[in-house]
């Protein structure tokens, strides 16, 4: 029985060669792809590449909260939650008093855990943006505190050789 050999890692992909007198002539590589326009296929579903998120209505759902490109998306927030809490405790009631009678605070409550889902999906946008911005700024600290380190190393090496000049001089 022959035992079939595997490599450790996988062979580089056949474009490698396009950069073979890159470092000669850097010019020499080619252009990157351009970006992808229109509609895009992963693991055999199909995606846009500018998906917009699809309104409740659209989707058939009641929408609890109010329409329209001016939200105050923390208050809504805050209004559908306390409105979450209120059908949870009638839920509560309900299955203590009338337990047969769930099934509509059930509804209810699942109606606004969808409400809830799609308001926090429409805040994704916020927050990839607003993770750049921190990502940008950390990065940006980090390499001033860089430029600072050197700069002392510097300093410090300057130190150095003056007193190792004055000791030869000696």
């Known amino acids: 029985m022959a035992m079939a050999t595997s490599s450790a890692y996988p062979l580089p992909p056949p474009f490698y060669q396009l950069y073979k007198d890159y470092k000669q002539d850097p010019s ?3 252009e990157p792809p351009p970006p992808i326009d229109g509609a895009h296929t ?3 579903s199909v995606h846009q590449i500018n998906e917009v998120l699809p309104s409740l209505e659209s989707l058939g759902i009641r929408q609890l909260y109010p329409n329209g490109p001016n939200i105050d998306f923390k208050r809504e927030l805050i ?3 306390r409105e979450l809490q209120l059908h949870i405790l009638e839920l509560a ?4 008093e009338r337990p047969s009678q769930y099934a509509r ?3 209810d409550i699942s109606l606004i855990f969808q409400d809830l889902h799609h308001l926090l999906n429409s805040l994704r946008p916020h927050q ?3 993770t750049l911005i921190h990502m940008l700024e950390s990065q940006i600290q ?4 860089a430029i600072e380190d050197i700069k002392q190393r510097r300093d410090e090496v300057q130190k ?3 007193e190792s000049l004055l000791v030869l001089e000696s």
């Open 160 to 162: 150095l050789l003056g």
């Open 105 to 107: 605070r059930v509804e």
């Open 42 to 44: 992963i693991f055999g």
């Open 142 to 145: 980090r390499r001033k505190q």
């Open 128 to 130: 990839a943006r607003a």
């Open 93 to 96: 009631d309900i299955l203590v």
């Open 28 to 30: 020499s590589a080619p």
């Open 79 to 81: 209004i559908v939650n």
